[in-house]
């Protein structure tokens, strides 16, 4: 049945909202996060609860179009040409439980939820360093943390998730009821089905201590190097970030960052615990700005500096292999050419810990790399006018030697696949687990490649 005909009559039976092209409001709702991604589905739909879900489901099939469930519109790909997207704010579910550490999380929530939720509990969740990215999208994409070195993959911390499946059942399940389905979840999005909740390891965190060293920028190359050297013997429980950032002269700016260019070290670990290590790296140079004490994840989602709001904006992520002095001085190099200016922000992440060895077997994985890499492009006004594609494939090129063997799916950049995150053995196993589960393809196939 053609799209129009089956909706047209989903249309009287939804409690909640169906928009199509044309409709009031449809160019709002069908706008991923990233205002830079143009996608074009034939409808979005916003079930007001399991049931509605449900009708969309069965009209999709009927029509023969894919759903794409979207919950924040984040980690969007553009390529939702005919989809209908499901927005799953309804689902909003959150319990937590303190003594098993444990908590249940609806689809249509948000990090900064859970994350005050958790406050001062001694507790603290697996989440993303935006307080607005779903918790479903950032988990059954991999998802990278504060804590990753502590506790894995966002993914890795997936118990159970409750399910739509394509023929409309719904259900709980977990590793021993449908292992091939959890490790599918586990990184590589629904794939094999309509995710509704999840539930999700918390993780023990009584003592939080951050720690931040601001560097000149022509101190870059040594700061990264001691970050290096001093990552071999760092604990599971240290996680560190090291941001070079070379702001625009744009006059939204703070005057202290207005077109200055620097580089962060920053630390979270237990109070003690990064004492040598930050040792280490002030001896790197010389700190323009330290600041250190307790702190939490609401803390640390306040001081990201992410947006709250949509914006527009490219990029580009690496797992790395390796940090080689060669690398080094080629990415500092980089970084200082006056043409480079378009890449505002490169993100370097450390790896290992318990990314090295993760509790429970899922298609993502980072047990390969020692570094993630991201660098941003924003388009915001006072920002360079060009685009920054040339910029971002001569990174890319100078990167390519020390690059892992795959990255993690949440940090993929419009067009790519998961090729990228995975063996040819594993996507082999993806494929098998999709045509078992819906073997009629009304699920979207995300970035799964052809």
Sequence with gaps: MPLLTAFDALLSELDGSLLRAGDDGFDAARRPWNLSIDQLPAAVATPAGLDDLRRILAAACEAGTPIAVQPSGHGASGDLAGAVIVRTAAFDRLDIDLEAGVVVVGSGVRWGAVVDALEGTGWAAPAGTSPVVSV?????????????RTAGLGSDNLRAAWVLRSDGTHERIDDDSDREAMWALRGAGG????????????????????????FDAADSAAVIRAVRDLAASAAATLNVFTNSMRMPDAPMLPEEIRGKSFVTVQALSSHGAADAFLAGVRRAGAVQRETSGPTSPAALAAASGEPTDPTAGRGASLALDR????????????RQAPEQSPIVGIDLRMLGGALDAPRRSGFASLASASWLLHALVPNFPGAPAEPGDASIAGLLELLAPVAADRTVPTFLTPGQTLERCATAADLDRLRAIRASADPDGVLHEGRLPR
Excluded at 193 to 214: H, K
Aim: hydrophobic letters at 50%; a negative charge.
């Design 136 to 148: 479903a999208g950032y988990t059954l994409g991999g998802g990278h943390s504060w804590f990753s």
């Design 191 to 214: 794939v094999v089905g309509i995710v509704t909740a999840l539930e999700i390891d918390l993780v023990r965190a009584p003592e939080q201590w951050g720690a931040s060293l601001t």
């Design 323 to 334: 940090l080689d002095d060669a690398t080094i001085d080629a990415l500092v190099q980089f």
